[in-house]
């Protein structure tokens, strides 16, 4: 896997120059881009990015006069038409503990505003994230409503247990996508308007579970921009990878990454399946 993720590294990079030559830096500034992390981390994590690197992405966009919002409030902006420039969504997904230790602080210093998206089952512990051998250690429910009360991190929903939503019969991946939702209403005390598939994974079906359950807006992982006319429920969102430089980070942000890259539908389906991501997929698992 070390192989892989050199490989993809290697290919982000010879994408991001060849931005870098082709405007000269200059970000495309059509639409809203949303930017997501998974942890904030030393460890030796492939989900893992650096707090030096993410400090320096934070105090990159505050010198560059960028406002960044919660994902809700990024589908507000969209909603009312063209959003101001210089403005980005950020997220995190799965709720590790280090994103309250190291991104929260950061964040707030600067009056950055993130989503935080977590599973209800994982919190509880009935269920575990299956990529790991060992689990990072992850928020607490009393931490994710004190924190979710505070304000800079807003917190929604990211399935039950992060399944593979695509192999799930009708019932399992409606479970998984309402019962997400009055499982964090129930501790959170208000509604959550927010969901993110699990690894990016969605088909016809999903979405339709997703409006069903009466969320506003869900995320996906399919990179580029967002505008007025983009599907509130397949916002696009560009990862940050733990080794992405500066320069990876700005062409992130500013277009250079906005189609997926080579060879990317080939390895999703190699993990996920046939079809996996495609919003054009009817999944009906009777």
Known sequence: MSVLHTFKAAGTR?????WELRTHGRPDASGLRILFYHRISDDRDELAVSPHD???????????????VDVLEAA???????PPARTVGLSFDDGYLDVAEQALPLL??????ATVFVAPAVIDGWATFDWYDLQPPLLAWDEIVDLDREGTLR????????PNLLTLRDSAAQEEIAGSKAALEAHLRRPVLAFSYPSGLFGLRERGLVAAAGYRVAVSCEPGTNSRGTDRLSLRRVQIDRRDGLL????KLGGGHDSPPPLRGLYRRRRYGMGAGSLRLASSRK
Do not use: M
């Open 248 to 251: 990876d980070f700005r062409a």
């Open 108 to 113: 707030a210093e600067r009056g950055f505003r």
């Open 76 to 82: 507000d902006l969209l909603d009312g038409g063209d």
């Open 14 to 18: 010879a994408r991001s120059a060849a």
């Open 155 to 162: 917190f929604e929903a990211h399935s039950l247990s992060h």
């Open 54 to 68: 993410f400090r320096r992405h934070l105090d990159y966009l505050a010198s560059e006069g960028y406002r960044v």
